[in-house]
């Protein structure tokens, strides 16, 4: 392989883990000041956690011999000892690496959803369970030759499109995000504007890493194909994102009367999230009307929650996984030959509707059980009382900012 192809795959590695900490940023910022610390040490705690199991085992797991299998046996290659060791060691272990940034913000992404009432042992608990039973099982379907990936082949129409995440990372996140919620349930006084973001600059901070390292997320498998689609994935998250910042503030605009920071962070974030499966596979002016529509969507979805009666505090449900449906099922409409309105037919949108909302479901049940389990043992919310005086000091003994009494 070229030395600039395994350049770009190294530098696309540190731009996905940067996204993690790009993630906590975005979340912290959102809450109030008293669960700022507790907020981004639920990814930071991911970071630890699924790094550590993914090297153990995740990576084993991540692969399959055949559409058969549910995931890879986790103790073939346990440490990834063999791995290390075999002729193409350093570009493989490499690829592993890459692989773990992708399970590592999948699971930081669900924690916006309990923002001010978790426990962070319970979160870390949930969180290397959850990664073991369904993430590393789900990237083996889809990208490591599990059923999604066959899914094409076994039906006799078009291979599912998931080049980055929109089944894997978003769909996967936003079902288990869902779950949490209704597990842990309302927030003390949950209302519409309860909590205001207490550090909107933050928030902008968050949301321009994650952006920055989207790049690695998706153009970073190109390392592996001689960089060979790099032209298009980029001007694709560019122009998406882009498209759906302006769409959110102009419903903002609308709905409210004025266009905010905040909402246009989210926007960038709903756009990216929407382009992820869809970055190789569209023509520029089709991914910046995707990014338009999910820019839209997802500022209105955010509100169902308090018609619905559910607290996903940070809205995970109403940006990852509505915008990861969203660019899911666009592919069968406009991917690039494929599509219904782009030389196919329905064969495409049907193969990405049944990989979409077989994750959504499959992840959403086992992330209800185990997150019901939790709570019912040695529980997972904190109590009334913490939540209102502070959920910093109360589960970590750290207040997110010093501030003396003049």
């Given at each position: 392989?070229?030395?600039?192809?395994?350049?770009?795959g190294?530098?696309?590695?540190?731009?996905v883990?940067?996204m993690?900490p790009?993630v906590?940023?975005f979340?912290g910022?959102?809450?109030?000041?008293?669960s700022?610390?507790?907020?981004?040490?639920m990814?930071?705690g991911?970071l630890?956690?699924?790094?550590?199991l993914?090297i153990?085992?995740?990576?084993n797991?991540s692969?399959?011999?055949?559409?058969?299998?549910?995931?890879g046996?986790?103790?073939s290659d346990?440490g990834?000892?063999?791995?290390a060791?075999?002729?193409?060691?350093?570009i493989?272990?490499l690829?592993?690496?890459?692989?773990?940034?992708?399970a590592i913000?999948?699971?930081a992404?669900?924690s916006?959803?309990?923002?001010?009432?978790?426990k962070?042992?319970?979160?870390?608990?949930?969180a290397g369970?959850?990664a073991?039973?369904?993430?590393?099982?789900?990237?083996?379907?889809?990208?490591?030759?599990?059923?999604?990936m066959?899914?094409?082949?076994?039906?006799?129409?078009?291979?599912?499109?998931?080049?980055a995440?929109?089944?894997?990372?978003?769909?996967n996140a936003g079902?288990a995000a869902?779950?949490?919620?209704l597990v842990l349930?309302?927030?003390v006084?949950?209302?519409k504007?309860?909590?205001?973001?207490?550090?909107?600059?933050?928030?902008l901070?968050g949301?321009?890493?994650?952006?920055f390292g989207w790049?690695?997320?998706?153009a970073?498998a190109e390392?592996?194909?001689?960089?060979?689609?790099?032209g298009i994935?980029?001007?694709?998250t560019?122009?998406?994102?882009a498209?759906a910042?302006l769409a959110?503030?102009?419903?903002?605009?609308f709905?409210d009367?004025?266009?905010t920071s905040v909402?246009?962070?989210?926007?960038a974030?709903a756009?990216?999230v929407?382009?992820?499966p869809?970055?190789?596979?569209l023509?520029?002016?089709w991914?910046l009307?995707?990014?338009g529509?999910?820019?839209?969507?997802?500022?209105?979805?955010v509100?169902?929650?308090f018609?619905?009666?559910?607290d996903?505090?940070?809205?995970?449900?109403?940006?990852h996984?509505v915008?990861g449906?969203?660019?899911?099922?666009?592919?069968?409409?406009?991917?690039i030959?494929?599509g219904?309105?782009?030389?196919g037919?329905?064969?495409?949108l049907?193969?990405q509707a049944i990989?979409?909302?077989?994750?959504l479901?499959?992840?959403?049940i086992?992330?209800y059980?185990?997150?019901l389990a939790?709570e019912?043992t040695?529980?997972f919310r904190?109590?009334?009382?913490?939540?209102?005086?502070?959920?910093d000091?109360?589960?970590?003994?750290?207040?997110?900012?010093?501030?003396?009494?003049?």
């Amino acid at each position: 392989m070229e030395t600039g192809s395994i350049a770009w795959g190294l530098t696309a590695t540190a731009l996905v883990l940067f996204m993690t900490p790009g993630v906590a940023f975005f979340y912290g910022g959102l809450v109030k000041a008293k669960s700022v610390i507790s907020m981004m040490m639920m990814s930071f705690g991911a970071l630890g956690l699924i790094s550590v199991l993914w090297i153990l085992y995740g990576y084993n797991m991540s692969a399959v011999n055949g559409p058969t299998e549910f995931a890879g046996n986790p103790f073939s290659d346990f440490g990834l000892g063999e791995l290390a060791m075999g002729e193409t060691g350093s570009i493989d272990l490499l690829g592993a690496t890459y692989g773990a940034t992708f399970a590592i913000i999948t699971v930081a992404l669900i924690s916006g959803a309990v923002a001010d009432r978790a426990k962070f042992g319970s979160w870390m608990i949930f969180a290397g369970i959850w990664a073991t039973l369904v993430y590393f099982p789900v990237a083996a379907w889809v990208w490591g030759g599990g059923w999604i990936m066959t899914l094409g082949d076994t039906l006799g129409l078009p291979g599912v499109i998931d080049y980055a995440g929109g089944t894997a990372v978003h769909i996967n996140a936003g079902a288990a995000a869902l779950a949490l919620a209704l597990v842990l349930g309302k927030r003390v006084g949950f209302q519409k504007g309860i909590t205001k973001p207490h550090n909107v600059p933050l928030v902008l901070i968050g949301a321009s890493i994650l952006w920055f390292g989207w790049f690695g997320f998706n153009a970073g498998a190109e390392w592996l194909n001689g960089l060979a689609n790099v032209g298009i994935i980029v001007i694709n998250t560019l122009g998406a994102t882009a498209a759906a910042i302006l769409a959110w503030m102009l419903v903002e605009k609308f709905k409210d009367g004025k266009a905010t920071s905040v909402g246009a962070a989210s926007g960038a974030v709903a756009g990216l999230v929407a382009i992820t499966p869809a970055c190789a596979n569209l023509e520029p002016g089709w991914a910046l009307l995707l990014g338009g529509l999910s820019g839209a969507v997802c500022a209105l979805a955010v509100e169902l929650k308090f018609k619905l009666g559910f607290d996903d505090s940070l809205d995970v449900v109403g940006i990852h996984l509505v915008g990861g449906v969203i660019g899911t099922l666009y592919l069968g409409f406009f991917a690039i030959d494929t599509g219904l309105f782009t030389g196919g037919d329905l064969g495409q949108l049907a193969v990405q509707a049944i990989a979409g909302f077989s994750v959504l479901v499959y992840s959403f049940i086992v992330a209800y059980l185990l997150g019901l389990a939790i709570e019912k043992t040695i529980g997972f919310r904190i109590k009334n009382e913490d939540e209102l005086a502070g959920i910093d000091t109360s589960v970590h003994g750290e207040e997110g900012y010093a501030l003396e009494r003049v």
